[in-house]
């Protein structure tokens, strides 16, 4: 399983997931959905955080979140993400990579003055089981997700 710990993204990495052909969708098990459980059952979402700089000095003003499943099929998030709508489970996982998005922020301590972005699928934002504004909440500590 992947670590929860926070990383940078490096470039070569980026450009390695940017170009990598999305042929991975069709080769899921057969049993995507018990793999898609097993995600959520155990928590196995991570984030790996990309630096947000400011273009006139170059400082790094934040990190935006980007979610990884564990390694294995379903580690990619496109291919995470193409499961969950699959299987009607959208705006679970949403929650769950908004969760260890904010849990890796908090381990390492971000905070002011620096900015957390955290991507939301639109389909997810709203659902029944998200109250508005617990996400910025939780990464203020007001709150869980």
């Given at each position: ?10 470039p070569?990495?980026?450009?390695a ?7 991975q ?14 995600v ?22 934040g ?12 580690e ?18 949403d929650?769950a ?5 904010i ?8 905070g ?13 934002a ?15 500590g007001?709150?869980?997700?």
């Open positions: 399983m992947t670590s929860l710990a926070p990383r940078l993204v490096p070569h990495e980026q450009q997931r940017a170009e990598s052909p999305s042929d969708l069709r080769a899921l098990p057969s049993d995507e959905l018990d793999l898609l459980d097993q959520l059952s155990k928590n196995a979402i991570s984030s790996v955080y990309q630096p947000v700089v400011e273009l006139d000095t170059g400082a790094v003003v990190y935006e979140a980007l979610a990884r499943g564990p390694e294995g099929a379903l990619r998030p496109d291919v995470l993400f193409a499961a969950a709508r699959r299987g009607r489970r959208l705006a679970e996982l929650r990579c908004r969760g260890a998005a849990a890796g922020a908090n381990a390492v301590g971000m002011d003055p620096l900015t957390l972005f955290v991507n939301v699928e639109p389909g997810a709203y659902d029944a089981f998200t109250p508005l504004g617990l996400t910025s909440a939780s990464f203020a007001d709150g869980g997700d």
